[in-house]
Structures are given as structure tokens and as C-alpha cells.
């Protein structure tokens, strides 16, 4: 069975840093790309941050690029994001999210999801 | 970057015919994806490529396309569908949400 657990979540202030994690389980891990997808309180999803399955490439939305950096570490099952200078806005709940793609195009989906980790910024 | 636009709302009464549309210009090129998110879950996929439904979704769920909008179809609605519908696409350029669709079952 297919597991994602995220963990890491917690108040911070304004200025501060945290760091998620995402155990996986029941897959291989390695194969995957990875994905952060953030809700912040009764709004709707927003993608953060992709890594692909070796960890060799990613990319970011603008509204965290610079302050956040997404990894892995594949002898662990355990995908990251680091996340520094956090405002107010980052507020949400953090999602991992394991990508299905086709191999005849670019175009993916997000096949499992963890429960996800409360962010909560405020002083 | 481009838009998926959803509607804020949609009600039904139970029995009837739900329709959940998505409007964005790449959607003619990309593929679209449906979630439902019901309170306190994570999303679950229910339509993947426009119209395909995954193994342990009711039939009642179908999808469909046409032009820049694609259409999530909630046929019978039951009062467990009561939830959030988020459309997806997705390029080399990136991951994209509709802003969310909330489906009252009156």
C-alpha cells in the first residue's frame, strides 16, 4: 500500500525556517517524481515545488522561489522542502504528492497524496 | 503560467445531475484532472486524462471536453459527494489548480 506521511509542521515566526519531511512507503520511491502542494486555511490547492526522481533537478513557484528548497534522499524514502524566511502567507497545510506522468507527454497528475503538515506562521 | 477558472459554487438536490466546469486556453493542448477534497482530507483523483475515471470511483463520476473548457459530470449526486472539486493541468512549465469548486448537495 502506497503511504505518504508528512511530517515537520509547526508555529514559526515570521523570519524563521522549518524544514517538512514526506516518508514514503509501499513504492519505489526512487522512480518518482515529487511534488509540494500547499492549501492555506478554507482557500484551494497551490503547487510549490517539483524534484525529479534522482533529485538532480527541480523547480518552484515564483511566490517561494529563493525561500524554499525542495530534496530528497532516496535511501530514505523521504522527500523534503526547506523552508526559510517563511512570511504570514506561507500559512497552510503542506501536501506531498507523488507525480504520475505518460510518456507521450509532459502532462502528469498526482496520483497519491499525504494527509498533510500544518505550517502555521505568526508572531 | 495560465488560468483554470472554476465556479465558486454548484447545488443540487440529491438524484440530480451535477456539472463542474473548468475553463483555461491551454486546456485544448493538456490533459485535465479532477479531486475531490471533502473537510480535513487530502485530494483524491477522480477523473485523469479529461474523461477517464480510476479503478474504485463510481460511475456516477464521468469528465469531458471542449474546447478550453472541460467539464466534470456528477450524475445522481448521493449527499457523499457533498465536497471541494479542484480541476488540475499540467506542462513542462508547470503545475496548475482551478480555484476550487464547492458542490452543495441540498
Known amino acids: 500500500e502506497v503511504q505518504l506521511v508528512e511530517s515537520g509542521g509547526g508555529l514559526v515566526q515570521p523570519g524563521g525556517s522549518l524544514r517538512l519531511s514526506c516518508a514514503a512507503s509501499?513504492?519505489?520511491?526512487?522512480?518518482?517524481?515529487m511534488h509540494w502542494v500547499r492549501q492555506a486555511p478554507g482557500k484551494g490547492l497551490v503547487w510549490v515545488s517539483r524534484?525529479?526522481?534522482?533529485?538532480?533537478?527541480?523547480s518552484y513557484a515564483d511566490s517561494v522561489k529563493g525561500r524554499f528548497t525542495i530534496s530528497r534522499d532516496n535511501a530514505k524514502n523521504t522527500l523534503y522542502l526547506q523552508m526559510n524566511s517563511l512570511r504570514a502567507e506561507d500559512t497552510a497545510v503542506y501536501y506531498c504528492?507523488?507525480?504520475?506522468?505518460?510518456?507521450?507527454?509532459?502532462?502528469?497528475?498526482?496520483?497519491?497524496w499525504g494527509q498533510g503538515t500544518l505550517v502555521t506562521v505568526s508572531s | 503560467s495560465y488560468e483554470l477558472t472554476q465556479p465558486p459554487s454548484v447545488s443540487v438536490s440529491p438524484g440530480q445531475t451535477a456539472r463542474i466546469t473548468c475553463s483555461g486556453d491551454?486546456?485544448?493542448?493538456?490533459?485535465a484532472y479532477w479531486y475531490q477534497q471533502k473537510p480535513g482530507q487530502a485530494p483524491v483523483l477522480v477523473i485523469y486524462?479529461?474523461?477517464e475515471r480510476p479503478s474504485g470511483i463510481p460511475e456516477r463520476f464521468s469528465g469531458s471536453s471542449s474546447g478550453t473548457t472541460v467539464t466534470l459530470t456528477i450524475s445522481g449526486v448521493q449527499a457523499e459527494d457533498e465536497a471541494d472539486y479542484y480541476c488540475?493541468?499540467?506542462?513542462?512549465?508547470?503545475?496548475?489548480f482551478g480555484g476550487g469548486t464547492k458542490l452543495t448537495v441540498l
Open positions: 486524462k479529461d474523461s
Open positions: 524534484i525529479n526522481s534522482d533529485g538532480s533537478s527541480t
Open positions: 504528492a507523488r507525480e504520475y506522468g505518460f510518456l507521450e507527454s509532459d502532462s502528469y497528475y498526482f496520483d497519491y
Open positions: 491551454a486546456l485544448p493542448k493538456q490533459y
Open positions: 488540475q493541468s499540467a506542462d513542462s512549465s508547470g503545475t496548475f
Open positions: 509501499g513504492f519505489t520511491f526512487s522512480s518518482y517524481w
